[in-house]
């Protein structure tokens, strides 16, 4: 099987050296041909258009930002034409109905569609560790999970298409949330001047605890949200997609939308491609100019 990948950013790099590394026969594609440049020197083949990785891989692989850049991808006539007999893995975030209506327009044309969003970030990718959630047929699941295992360890099939795009947005509702209300608390014990070690030291203890809480303490304390692993307008954008799901759905989506507020706050303050514990910025509006936080800091 030769796999093809589109979308050679943050997670799309080094998923492709992983599976170049495990044996696979990789081709990547990318708009801008300078991020290619890594992976060649690795010995990735690089193509020049989506036309021709469709027309020489059994599987692509997507890993693009959203729905929109998937459908000016792969859903353009001149490209729609080559999906036959090719199987699209889609593992980027996008909402359950936007995923079935990529579906399908793809089966339309002949190709297989499958979902796979991903939980983890960059060490997971190159330990191989990823938490993949998978929606397809039980026999497309079987067919990849030779691909899928070089990236998980225990893939997990959802279900139909749909249910694994649903599972990704509610865990990603829960890192907007968590680090959110995680964020208010560290900043109101900071501001009454408590020490933050004792105050972490009951979190630790309590049922209240999230190991998320202390991956993003010293990034909130210090002021220092450079080199991401998922930036904060990224999980803008899964806040907005989550709310809008849960209100076609008869949800009460104000605590999400309160949450995309908050990020929509922190990019404000120029913080859209910092770390997304940039919210605590958000929150604890007195450090919100630059200048403020670059002092705070040291």
Request: hydrophobic residues 40%.
């Given at each position: 099987?030769?796999?093809g990948?589109i979308?050679?950013?943050?997670?799309?790099?080094?998923?492709?050296?992983?599976?170049?590394?495990?044996?696979?026969?990789v081709?990547?594609?990318?708009?801008?041909r300078?991020k290619?440049?890594?992976?060649?020197?690795?010995?990735?083949?690089?193509v020049?258009?989506?036309?021709?990785?469709?027309?020489?891989?059994?599987c692509?692989?997507?890993?693009?930002?959203?729905?929109?850049?998937?459908?000016?991808?792969?859903?353009?006539d001149?490209?729609k034409?080559?999906?036959?007999?090719?199987t699209i893995?889609?593992?980027?975030?996008?909402s359950?109905?936007?995923?079935?209506?990529?579906?399908?327009?793809?089966?339309a044309?002949?190709?297989?569609?499958?979902?796979a969003?991903?939980?983890?970030?960059?060490?997971?990718?190159?330990?191989?560790?990823?938490?993949?959630?998978?929606?397809?047929?039980?026999?497309?699941?079987?067919?990849?999970?030779?691909?899928?295992?070089?990236?998980?360890?225990?893939?997990?099939?959802?279900?139909?298409v749909?249910?694994?795009?649903?599972t990704?947005?509610?865990?990603n509702?829960?890192?907007?949330?968590?680090?959110?209300?995680?964020?208010?608390?560290?900043?109101?014990?900071?501001?009454?001047?408590?020490?933050?070690?004792?105050?972490m030291?009951?979190?630790?203890?309590?049922?209240?605890?999230?190991?998320?809480?202390?991956?993003?303490?010293?990034?909130?304390?210090?002021?220092?949200?450079e080199n991401p692993?998922?930036?904060?307008?990224?999980l803008?954008?899964?806040?907005l997609?989550?709310?809008?799901?849960?209100?076609?759905?008869?949800?009460?989506?104000?605590?999400?939308?309160?949450?995309?507020?908050?990020?929509?706050?922190?990019?404000d303050?120029?913080?859209?491609?910092?770390?997304?514990?940039?919210?605590?910025?958000?929150v604890?509006?007195?450090?919100?100019?630059?200048?403020?936080?670059?002092?705070?800091?040291?």
């Open positions: 099987m030769k796999i990948l979308g050679t950013g943050l997670m799309g790099q080094p998923m492709t050296l992983r599976l170049k590394q495990s044996g696979f026969d081709a990547a594609y990318n708009r801008t300078s290619l440049e890594p992976l060649e020197k690795e010995g990735v083949q690089i020049d258009s989506v036309t021709n990785l469709i027309q020489q891989c059994d692509v692989i997507l890993m693009v930002t959203n729905a929109e850049a998937i459908a000016n991808i792969i859903l353009t001149d490209v034409q080559r999906l036959k007999e090719c893995l889609q593992m980027s975030t996008i359950p109905q936007q995923s079935r209506t990529i579906r399908d327009e793809v089966l044309v002949g190709g297989e569609y499958v979902e969003p991903v939980l983890g970030s960059i060490p997971q990718v190159k330990e191989g560790s990823l938490q993949i959630m998978v929606g397809s047929t039980p026999e497309q699941f079987r067919q990849l999970q030779p691909v899928l295992e070089c990236l998980s360890s225990e893939p997990i099939h959802m279900g139909e749909g249910t694994a795009a649903a990704k947005l509610a865990m509702q829960l890192i907007g949330s968590l680090t959110t209300a995680f964020s208010l608390s560290l900043g109101l014990v900071q501001q009454e001047g408590i020490d933050v070690e004792k105050f030291s009951i979190l630790r203890q309590s049922a209240l605890y999230a190991p998320t809480f202390d991956k993003k303490l010293q990034r909130m304390v210090n002021l220092n949200f692993n998922f930036p904060t307008q990224h803008l954008k899964d806040m997609l989550f709310a809008h799901t849960a209100e076609q759905r008869g949800m009460d989506a104000s605590l999400v939308q309160s949450v995309a507020k908050v990020a929509q706050k922190a990019i303050c120029g913080l859209a491609t910092q770390d997304y514990s940039a919210l605590y910025v958000a604890n509006s007195v450090y919100s100019d630059p200048s403020a936080r670059k002092n705070k800091a040291k």
